[in-house]
């Protein structure tokens, strides 16, 4: 049949939406939508499909990506038939223009939504996009979303911060892959924040960040933001999969490498379909120990993968499973010392860390006409063996009268005599050098219920209910280690040992309603009812001598709390390019018991946090969407803030609530398509954090006062990126990327009256990458932090040692090549 070319018919204005499904299926539905006739030969579009749920106000221009994505193109013949046909073939990859315009769709309300309509400050990033930036952890993908923070809390250890949030206890930042929550164990100090995980971002459809409390729909720990992770999902239409490989150069380091593979494999057509991703990443380590006479220390190791399995007939009912496993070594200690020089830890004891984390997800949808219902089921098991090098708080206790007189067991009038303290500090060197090797087990049930509307009436909504139950077991062993090498001896050579056990138990009912008050105007309700209690308990099994473990009185403890979140939020849509939103909302994290020798009776339990938030935001774009901004003002009433203390030895840390912060802060985000070829990007922080009043820290009279900053909180930080495609044949593409990030300084205390203060200078890096791309293929050669900046990420003090580093990413070159298939 003769083609002619022919103006469509108007579908411009009408909303369209089409589903997860087979591809004939879609270009029926969008028809239908359209008011289009519709041609197509089913052997065309066989074995094809769509992935996730897409959204247009403009019907053509949906077809136009529905059918470039399928190698397809449309005809127009006379009367207004709509002819499917292949397209020309050898095509380049089409420029950042058309690829970047296509409306993004999320579920960062926990229903579909247009990112752009959505009125909430949030990013997204596609997977594929951050896979060929060379973005694999949340590490890397800190660097171009300046709002989100890492920070180094120990080796293989990190706290994540969004909007100046940071502080021990519960997280603060929620961290989400699929439908599953995770949080770290505890430790001795109940400081699960310090242990965000960090699984590697392989074969992920999207990286939604969501900034501000999220409280109503993700409830505690997202009290400054949420990290949802979107993994790719089962295709039951086609056989593909991707494979990855590379290899990298870190100044001062061993090389490293990388490699993965994902494979797509339909079992029934159109109805089950499994997914496989395998990967492995060896990073080289850069610590030099001259002690011990011992390189590359802090070489990291990661290994795991992921399975899934889908069955979506076509009654509206899909079910998945899911299995995650990741495995990580780290060789020593990832830290060098400042009075040491750079790179170089000279610490008596090796510290290699372990870490197994296995997750499980079980996710069933059914669509009951306008509403659709999800129940997800998850669990998960973390295995930790974390060791720190405990010489230097051992041999602290030394000139300890009070530890002195507990050893000879003399009363609280009695001084130890000059023998007794020479016999004493001989017993002390006789236990050096020392680790503490701390086994920690974190296992986790959790489950969700919910509703929510599919419509496009003027109402839509969501309502759900909670459930999660964490059981947490740690062992803490003071050991002595081999003067010559570091190593533990087998069998243990035991000083001390303790043990404590921990529940968390929350339950909880949310919802959210919008309600359309005019054409563009909408009015969103929130509210989650919650119920939480901790329990927790110790025992000492060997009383270590020197710190004063023996102190420590056996029983469980408990804390408990039923409460509320709350939002309203208002917004103006009064056109496609246009939204402005005021929101006001809670927050809250959960106390606990801290479970320490010696601790008055006051301070053993502590209570949840909690805060309220106020936004004013804007979207908006221009130029048909190749100009976007989107910008909030926020302003933060935290009280009740939970706060690390240590103990008067500086052998143990607690938790207190320490009085109440101020936080006023503002975000932009910014993107220009120059030209179809150019693009432009912008993204910059802007966070004070302070305290509201003077505030007890410490056990020693430690004074927060009034207006200090909020400790590893950085006033300013923004990330520019620019990025030109050019053609090189009508199969090819090159592609070359500059990105400039900076951070401001910021301290590691309240002020300068904590002798363990530090201030981290500010730092910038500038990355180059240059891409080859090919429908199938691509190979990409990057260089990071070119300039090769040396401030650290952190530098750290406290009882353990003065001085710690923290290396923020040195000068690395790497080269990737990836094949579709």
Known sequence: MPAQAAAAPAAQGRTVTLRPGPLATALTD?????????????????????????????????????????????????????????????????????????????????????????????????????????????????????????????????????????????PTVGIYYDESAISGPGGTTFDPSAFAPDLDLVDIDRVELLRGPQGTLYGASAMGGVVRVIFNQPDPAAWHGEARAGVEQTSGAGPGDSASLTLNAPIVADQLA???????????????????????????????????????????????????????????????????????????????????????????????????????????????????????????????????????????????????????????????????????????WSAELRFSSTGSGAAKWTVGAYLERRREHIASYALKVDAATGIMPRPLDVTGLRYLDSVLSQQALFGEWTQGLTRALALTLGGRLFRYVRASGGNVDIPNPITGTGALQGGRYASREIGSNLKALLSWHPAEALLVYAEASQGYRPGGVN?????????????????????????????DRRVSINADVYRIDWSDMIYPVSSANGAFAYNSNAGSAAIHGAELELTVVADPRTTIEGRASLTDARLSRNQPIDTSGIIARKGDRLPNVPLLAFALG?????????????????????????????????????????????????????????????????????????????????????????????????YRF
């Open 274 to 444: 499994a997914r496989m991703s395998l990967y492995a990443r060896r990073a080289g380590g850069v610590i030099r120990n001259d002690h011990l006479d011992l390189d590359h220390g802090g070489r990291t190791d990661k290994s795991g993968g992921r399975f899934t399995l889908a069955w979506g007939p076509q009654d509206g009912t899909s079910i998945q499973g899911s299995a995650i496993v990741q495995r990580t070594r780290i060789s020593d200690a990832a830290f060098w010392y400042r009075a040491q020089g750079r790179n170089i830890n000279d610490q008596s004891a090796r510290t290699p860390q372990r870490n197994d984390l296995t997750l499980y997800n079980l996710t069933a949808r059914h669509d009951l006409g306008g509403v659709t219902a999800l129940a997800t089921v998850s669990h998960y098991t973390w295995n930790i063996v974390r060791e720190i090098d405990y010489t230097g708080v051992l041999s602290g206790q030394r000139d300890d009268p009070a530890i002195c007189r507990s050893f000879f067991a003399l009363a609280a009038t009695e001084n130890c005599s000059a023998a007794q303290v020479a016999a004493f500090g001989s017993f002390v060197d006789s236990r050096l050098p020392g680790i503490l090797y701390q086994p920690m087990r974190v296992a986790d």
């Open 595 to 623: 479970i320490i020798p010696l601790l008055a009776p006051g301070l053993r339990v502590y209570r949840a946090d909690r805060l309220w938030s106020y936004e004013l935001g804007v979207k908006s774009s221009a130029f």
């Open 722 to 818: 620019m990025q030109r495609r050019e053609p090189l044949s009508t199969t090819t593409n090159a592609v070359a990327r500059i990105d400039f990030g900076y951070t401001s300084a910021m301290n590691t205390a309240f002020n300068r009256t904590d002798p363990y203060f530090e201030r981290t200078a500010p730092r910038t890096q500038l990355d180059l990458q240059l891409l080859v791309e090919q429908a199938r293929w691509n190979a990409g050669l990057s260089i990071r932090n070119l300039l090769d900046d040396k401030v650290p990420a952190r530098i750290a003090s406290g009882p353990a040692g003065v001085g710690q580093v923290w290396n923020a990413l040195p000068r690395t070159a790497s080269l990737d090549v990836a």
């Open 30 to 170: 969008l028809a239908r939508q359209a008011g289009w006739q519709l041609l197509f030969d089913p052997a065309l579009v066989r074995g094809r499909s769509i992935k996730r749920t897409t959204h247009a106000a403009d019907a053509k221009k949906l077809l136009g990506w529905l059918l470039r994505d399928n190698a397809l193109e449309a005809r127009w013949l006379p009367g207004g038939t709509l002819l499917i046909v292949p397209r020309a073939p050898s095509r380049a990859p089409p420029p950042a223009a058309e690829a970047d315009n296509q409306p993004v769709i999320v579920t960062a309300l926990k229903r579909e939504t247009v990112m752009a309509e959505t009125p909430l400050s949030m990013s997204v990033e596609r997977g594929n996009v951050l896979a060929d930036r060379g973005v694999h952890d949340i590490r890397t993908l800190a660097r171009r979303h300046p709002e989100l923070s890492v920070v180094d809390t120990g080796t293989g250890q990190q706290r994540l911060l969004i909007r100046g949030l940071a502080s021990a206890g519960e």
